[in-house]
Nanobody, 128 residues
Framework: VQLQASGGGLVQTGGSLRLSCLGS????????IGWFRQAPGKEREGVAC??????????VDSVKGRITISRGNAKNTNTVNLQMNSLKPEDTAVYFC????????????????????WGQGTLVTVSS
């Protein structure tokens, strides 16, 4: 199982970035795909997650209205994207994508412990 995150970079406050997570078998066996982030000295937190069976999504309050998680199109079903707009300095972190193969309830969708597979991170830096 491999998950590969990409798309990070340096952007000014108010700018946008699109992160992508490329994985194997997203169409089979995974119950949820999530994006998490970890800033220096802070715990890893869930940013946005999608449950695969019903495409339901969940976002941490601090990103609602600015960040959107989505699956790739029909030609890119193994990709999950994170469109990030109106970025703020507090969004600066290493962003990770993760996949769960266990049953996942709504209240656990942003819990890192509910995810089984993790990709390497991609750094997002938002300058003020």
């Amino acid at each position: 199982v491999q998950l590969q995150a990409s798309g990070g970079g340096l952007v000014q406050t108010g700018g946008s970035l699109r992160l992508s997570c490329l994985g194997s078998g997203f169409t089979l066996g995974y119950t949820a795909i999530g994006w998490f982030r970890q800033a220096p000295g802070k715990e890893r937190e869930g940013v946005a997650c999608m449950r695969t069976r019903d495409r339901s999504t969940k976002y941490v309050d601090s990103v609602k209205g600015r960040i959107t998680i989505s699956r790739g199109n029909a030609k890119n079903t193994n990709t999950v994207n994170l469109q990030m707009n109106s970025l703020k300095p507090e969004d600066t972190a290493v962003y990770f994508c993760a996949a769960s193969r266990s049953g996942i309830i709504t209240s656990s969708m942003l819990n890192p412990d509910a995810y089984d597979f993790w990709g390497q991170g991609t750094l997002v830096t938002v300058s003020s």
